[in-house]
């Protein structure tokens, strides 16, 4: 796909940007964590702890090691007792547990699925919808297109059982794929797919890839060469599809890492909201934790962790890409 | 091209987006599944119910009539009454647009005082640790969601420090002003401060890395030109030189994202209103969401798609203000 000469150039770059080298392992780490999740949990991450009567109440366990003292008060024979217990984590659940008494490190690794999942799917929708759009491929045919999925998507989102059931059911989409895998013995029928959500997305932020790709697209138009293969009497498609769009592509993958990111946060942002269907997600997670946040900080502390790590590792890509693929700014270190 | 046949254009294509949007938000309710009556009925109500209320809201007539009657209707400021609290959506709106507004210019002041001056200096100490940290700083302030950042503001600063409170919004800015006007008090000006700086800080950190990286770019370009080493030649102040010429010449682009980023702002203030309590235009939104209040959501939609059209316009006969070569 890229020329030795750009190889080179990503090598060249990789090697003097210790940011570029901290962004790959973040994000590595990060995809591992997601595609792996079922192995690396060490419980349901849905398996609720508080109240169930069978299972002792182990909800609000700070992290390993972490103690903290928390105050009631009660009335006892109409006097006013302050309470207080301390309560340290244990290695049983490393990060502690929620509210409900979830564990949080395992729900934090299904959590990259959803975050990863919508933030790639969500850019490679918005590019497909964005760059033939800008590049000025018939239109209509897209816009119509788009009204029919939304139309799909928004009814998925609030009736129709989550496709991905449907999916697994079928055995069309391998294992490791599922959001919720062997763990989760009961899957609600109504729960929404994050595909929904990366299509949502991608129906607002598509705009950003037409910009680009038409500004490119623009530019590339009054080159010589261009100009020189028209009056030879190529096609417009064929210049488009041999010249216009080859030259187009560098500032589309850049474009493409950063709006992976701001996808990511853009999904946290609906999850935290409750408008993302799933609560099995980061920003759903630092909603729970939100309501309890005087004591028992870690509950939504930690998810938003791991939304800047993840957040920060593909956007240190991205300006890796973008130093290494465009000369106009190379060394310079870029907006 | 003169400035004012550059303004006509400008507002001519504004229009035409404003009836995109207001076309687009129609529309969105005839996607969105679910009858409209059915958050305003009781689930016991029999069919008759159902009609005569789908009649008294328009709802049985064909698509294009409903349509041009929205069309008129918001063309002589007509929103609709609330289907929930039968309030007029246009009132419910005006009375939330200043908390809004305030949030919103007190994220843009905090985003240029911070922003910068940092990307001032970061330009200036390249690949010192002084450029490294506010590189370090601009790289997390785009990474940070906004919604997490304020949990964070609130648990560290108001609840352990325990000096600010926590949200709400008990002082309109108009009150303090006209608190300092009529006795000098000061009261009133350092309650809204303090209710409106940790908002402030969470809408705007995102906005505030945005400028550094902006400014430090822009800055390192023009830094190395022949005109610059003059002044260093001459011996002019640094200060000098680094504000009044460098940064001048990298002001363009940076009123332009700062344009832009306002309309995103008051967009954004969404979920940084719903945090801190701050009753402003975003709260209502959510509320209107969750309430499934159909007209109000539509109001909002347009007047922040409005908003943001208006604001574009401004910035657009700014750059072309400052800068005759955009025009």
């Not at chain 2, 609130?154 to 800015?173: E, S």
């Amino acid at each position: 796909m890229f020329s030795d000469r750009v190889k080179s150039s990503l090598k060249r770059e990789f090697q003097q940007s210790l940011l570029a080298k901290v962004g790959l392992v973040l994000v590595v780490l990060i995809l591992f964590a997601a595609v792996f999740a079922p192995f690396l949990s060490l419980y349901d991450p849905d398996q609720q702890r508080i109240g169930t009567g069978d299972t002792a109440d182990e909800s609000e366990l700070p992290p390993w090691g972490v103690t903290y003292t928390t105050s009631q008060t009660t009335q006892v024979d109409g006097e006013i007792v302050r309470e207080q217990t301390a309560v340290t984590g244990t290695a049983k659940y490393p990060l502690g547990t929620n509210t409900l008494g979830q564990d949080i490190y395992s729900r934090l690794l299904y959590g990259a699925r959803v975050s990863m999942l919508v933030g790639i799917l969500g850019a490679i929708i918005a590019a497909l919808v964005g760059v033939p759009y800008g590049l000025m491929f018939p239109s209509l045919v897209l816009a119509i297109a788009l009204v029919g999925i939304f139309r799909e998507t928004s009814f998925h989102t609030f009736e129709l059982p989550d496709p991905f059931v449907v999916a697994a059911r079928s055995e069309l989409v391998p294992n490791v794929l599922i959001p919720r895998a062997d763990h989760v013995a009961s899957m609600p029928a109504t729960t929404t797919f994050p595909v929904t959500v990366a299509v949502v997305v991608a129906l607002v932020n598509w705009v950003w890839f037409a910009r680009v790709a038409r500004g490119e697209a623009y530019s590339i138009r009054s080159e010589e060469y261009v100009k020189a293969a028209r009056s030879l009497g190529g096609r417009d498609l064929t210049i488009l599809r041999k010249h216009v769009f080859p030259n187009a592509v560098t500032p589309i993958i850049v474009l493409g890492t950063i709006q992976v990111a701001f996808i990511i946060l853009l999904e946290s942002a609906l999850s935290f909201l409750g408008f993302s269907g799933t609560d099995l997600t980061w920003g759903a997670d630092i909603a729970d934790g939100r309501s309890d946040q005087r004591d028992r900080w870690w509950i939504a502390t930690l998810p938003g962790v791991a939304i800047v790590l993840a957040v920060v590792g593909v956007n240190l890509l991205g300006d890796w890409l973008r130093d290494a693929l465009d000369p106009s700014i190379q060394g310079e270190g870029g907006a | 091209m003169a400035l004012g046949r550059f303004l006509l254009k400008r507002v001519s294509q504004g229009v035409v987006v404003m009836w995109g949007v207001v076309t687009v938000v129609f529309f969105l309710r005839y996607l969105t599944p679910g009858d409209p009556t059915t958050a305003l009925v009781p689930p016991d109500a029999g069919q008759e119910v159902r009609d005569r209320l789908r009649e008294q809201l328009g709802l049985d007539q064909p698509l294009y009539v409903q349509y041009l009657d929205y069309l008129s209707d918001l063309v002589t400021g007509d929103f609709g009454q609330s289907m929930v609290t039968n309030r007029e959506v246009s009132q419910l709106i005006l009375n939330r647009m200043p908390a809004t507004i305030e949030l919103a210019i007190a994220a843009t002041i905090v985003a240029v005082l911070i922003g910068i001056p940092l990307g001032v200096i970061s330009a200036r100490r390249r690949q010192e640790p002084a450029d490294f940290g506010a590189t370090l700083f601009s790289l997390f302030g785009i990474s940070t969601p906004n919604f997490w950042l304020g949990i964070m503001l609130i648990l560290l600063v108001a609840v352990r420090l325990d000096f600010i409170p926590v949200g709400g919004r008990q002082m309109a800015l108009g009150t303090a002003v006209g608190m300092v006007l009529a006795d000098g008090s000061l009261d009133g000006l350092v309650t809204w401060f303090g209710q409106i700086i940790l908002p402030a800080i969470a809408l705007g950190t995102y906005f505030t890395a945005l400028i550094t990286r902006l400014t430090r770019s822009g800055m390192v370009e023009e830094i190395s030109k022949a005109y610059v080493k003059a002044c260093w030649a001459k011996g002019l102040p640094e200060t000098l030189v680094l504000y009044k010429h460098v940064l001048r010449n990298t002001l363009i682009p940076i009123v332009t994202v700062l344009g832009l980023q306002l309309g995103t702002l008051i967009g954004g203030a969404v979920i940084t209103e719903e945090i801190f309590a701050w009753p402003g235009l975003g709260r209502f939104f959510i509320s209107s969401i969750n309430s499934r209040d159909w007209t109000s959501v539509q109001g909002t939609i347009v007047v922040i798609g409005v908003g943001f059209v208006l604001i574009n316009i401004a910035v657009d006969a700014l750059t072309a203000y400052f800068d005759p070569k955009s025009a």
